[in-house]
């Protein structure tokens, strides 16, 4: 690990100009290369105190023994330079593009004398027309076959077409009038070339004058009672308009804008793009983006734009770009984007109307592909036990962790504090296993413990003391102590054996709640968090269980007793998977939270009249304007409500004589205050139990 202050440049050095600069490794390699409006302001943040450094920056500068850099004369250049080196060193450190050029294009090779039709990956060629991209190589061929009725263009390779040269006889395609047969000299080079462009034309968006002159010439063949001509035109604008039909309206005719979504977490970032030609969506394509380096949306979207439009120009570039977040300075990207154009490119963040609408669903998408491909990775056999084995490395265990539990506490400003357990076994969710707790503080209170701040540190405490007590519970109630142990202690002392199988389930056969042990509890937070967890265990004398913690900001595990954090590589498999179960645990949290805070908000003294529906509540407070005013009100008043009699209106008044008003409740979506909308009653329950979904007391904690 390399010193930066060893090869820091001297004060001076560095010019105060537009440049790129390349970290390189002891090896020469190129680990990082970067643009500046000013390189002396620029590479000066990189020499600071090691400390204050992001931890991927500080990985960087540590693994980096040089530093070089070029003065440009612009920052426009200084992106054109960017780009070229990170295409040719591919730095370990820079953003790592996947998925670069697989997507297929329709192309047409208008540079050869009989210009073909046919699908198209890979780098672009000069003088050939594209179109696309497309998700699949068969959406292309569909849309072909269709075309190629109207337009018989030719689609067959160079060996197919000197063959039927030679011959004097075309290809099937040209039986069935799908190509004009060019090989055999059925139309000259002009006329088919002719043909390629009308098609070219057509697929770039310009239908609606080539739609009217087919209609026009089928009413005059018509008219001229040539019905069989008309016939095969009436059937050619079928085709076409089929065609049309794949590629749905949604901007003006005119538009021709690419759209690009970015959906991102700490390590990844899954970037969509929708081309719109002539207001239709003509294709769509996208990447996964590893995040090796610090970087803001913003960032990202710029190296989207050098990745979509690096090797571009002309038309291929469209005349608006529209981006969720603009780069910073984003006058250099877009006198770029002009500059590969030949003309004016607008780069913005739509506001309103329909491209507003359109990008919302690009980042659906994104959020899909993002989704999908965390999915395909988490359910590959061979890196779940490769990050199974990292995890085992990295915090010294003796096995390796088949079952992770992991724990996160979620609350709103003190109030309705709750706790999840979920449950990963062979690197998967098993969301059988998953448990809701209500943290229950001093005296079945919900809210924290003091009123100085938020203290997850006692309520991890409470919900890992309980979850193991009742582990203990079930040992204990099986008789399945290690030798040595006293059945009878509540906190037995010593390692607890792994129970037999048939001892995991219940009379009926259901497994019994708590009876698995995890080899590892990751708790989602710091060394306070883990400290707290670790205590738990002692106290309860179980020590064969391992614990950590994964700290969220800085993506660091902390392990009970260490003053440093364990840092895993970004690239690591095992801190992928710790972070899968983190983030679980902390959906699986706050879902809970909200659904008892909105059940708070919804709650009324109402709900404790025996025999009250919800048709005669609303009369109540329809016809008294508020809960404040009903309890006011007499039994007589009360009796003036249709469907009320007199011994419900006693009961309505006696009830809310004893319900005390409580401080008014604020609904945080609305800021609303709430004064006549009563506190609701905790959730009751034998303290230390949790309190799972489906069920007041303990259930199967199904996910809702």
């Not at 060893?6 to 970290?23: L, Q």
């Not at 037995?492 to 709640?513: F, M, S």
């Not at 020590?543 to 969220?552: F, P, Q, R, S, Y």
Request: net charge negative; proline share 6%.
């Amino acid at each position: 690990m390399a010193d930066p202050s060893s090869y820091r440049p001297k004060p001076g050095e560095i010019p105060d100009s537009p440049g790129v600069y390349r970290f390189r490794d002891e090896h020469r390699r190129v680990i990082y290369v970067g643009k500046a409006k000013s390189l002396r302001q620029r590479l000066a943040n990189y020499f600071q105190d090691l400390s204050g450094l992001h931890p991927r920056t500080r990985s960087m500068v540590t693994t980096a023994a040089s530093v070089e850099w070029t003065v440009v004369s612009t920052e426009v250049e200084a992106l054109q330079l960017e780009y070229s080196w990170i295409k040719e060193y591919d730095p370990r450190f820079n953003v790592k593009y996947r998925d670069d050029k697989s997507y297929p294009y329709l192309a047409v090779t208008m540079n050869e004398e009989f210009p073909r039709v046919q699908v198209m990956r890979g780098h672009k060629k000069k003088g050939v027309r594209y179109f696309g991209p497309y998700a699949h190589a068969w959406a292309i061929r569909d849309t072909v076959d269709l075309m190629l009725r109207v337009f018989p263009v030719r689609t067959c390779s160079a060996g197919v077409f000197k063959n039927a040269a030679r011959t004097g006889r075309p290809c099937l395609l040209g039986y069935i009038d799908k190509c004009s047969a060019p090989c055999v000299d059925r139309v000259s080079a002009e006329d088919h070339r002719e043909l390629a462009e009308e098609f070219c034309d057509f697929m770039a968006g310009r239908t609606g004058a080539y739609l009217r002159r087919l209609e026009r010439r089928m009413a005059e063949a018509a008219e001229e009672m040539e019905y069989e001509r008309a016939a095969r035109l009436r059937d050619d604008i079928g085709a076409l308009k089929k065609a049309m039909e794949k590629n749905a309206v949604v901007l003006a005719d005119a538009t021709d804008a690419d759209l690009i979504a970015v959906a991102e977490d700490e390590l990844e970032a899954a970037v969509q793009i929708f081309h719109v030609r002539g207001g239709r969506v003509r294709g769509q394509r996208g990447w996964v983006t590893d995040k090796v380096e610090e970087i803001t949306t913003g960032a990202l979207v710029e190296h989207a734009l050098q990745q979509l439009y690096g090797e571009e120009t002309g038309d291929a570039v469209p005349r608006e770009v529209l981006v969720p977040a603009l780069p910073d300075p984003v006058e250099p990207v877009q006198q770029w984007l002009t500059g590969r154009r030949g003309s004016q490119v607008s780069l913005r963040i739509p506001q309103r109307g329909d491209k507003k609408a359109l990008m919302e669903t690009v980042e659906r998408n994104a959020q899909q592909a993002l989704v999908l491909h965390k999915t395909k990775r988490a359910s590959d056999l061979t890196t779940r036990s490769r990050a199974l084995e990292e995890i085992t490395e990295a915090l010294d265990l003796d096995s390796a962790p088949l079952r992770i539990e992991c724990y996160d506490i979620s609350h709103l400003q003190g109030d309705d504090v709750v706790a999840s357990m979920v449950v990963f076994e062979d690197g998967l969710a098993r969301k059988s296993e998953y448990r809701r707790f209500q943290i229950k503080g001093r005296a079945g209170d919900t809210r924290l413990w003091h009123g100085e701040g938020q203290d997850d540190v006692r309520s991890m405490h409470e919900v890992i003391t309980r979850r193991f007590r009742r582990y203990l519970a079930e040992k204990e109630r099986t008789g399945e102590w290690t030798d040595g142990e006293d059945p009878g202690t509540a906190a037995p002392e010593g390692g607890l054996a792994e129970p037999p199988a048939h001892t995991l389930t219940e009379d009926d056969g259901r497994p019994r709640r708590f009876a698995y042990p995890p080899q590892l509890v990751v708790v989602d937070g710091g060394a306070p968090q883990v400290a707290a967890a670790r205590r738990a265990l002692d106290e309860l004398g179980i020590d064969d269980i391992a614990v950590c913690g994964l700290a969220k900001r800085l993506e660091e595990v902390w392990l009970p007793g260490d003053d440093d954090p364990v840092v895993l590589p970004r690239s690591s498999e095992g801190l992928y998977l710790l972070q899968r179960v983190r983030d679980e645990a902390h959906r699986f949290a706050i879902t809970y939270q909200r659904t008892k805070r909105a059940k708070r908000f919804r709650s009324s003294p109402l709900d404790e009249v025996p025999g009250l529906g919800d048709t005669r509540k609303q009369a109540l407070l329809k016809h008294f304007g508020s809960l404040k005013k009903l309890r006011s009100a007499t039994i007589d008043q009360i009796c003036e409500v249709p469907g009320i009699g007199r011994k419900t209106a006693e009961t309505i008044a006696g009830t809310l004589a004893r319900a005390e008003p409580a401080a008014p409740a604020v609904n945080t979506a609305t800021g609303e205050i709430m004064d006549d909308t009563e506190e609701p009653g905790q959730a009751t329950g034998s303290p230390g139990e949790p309190v799972p979904t489906g069920a007041p007391d303990e259930g199967r904690g199904q996910e809702r």
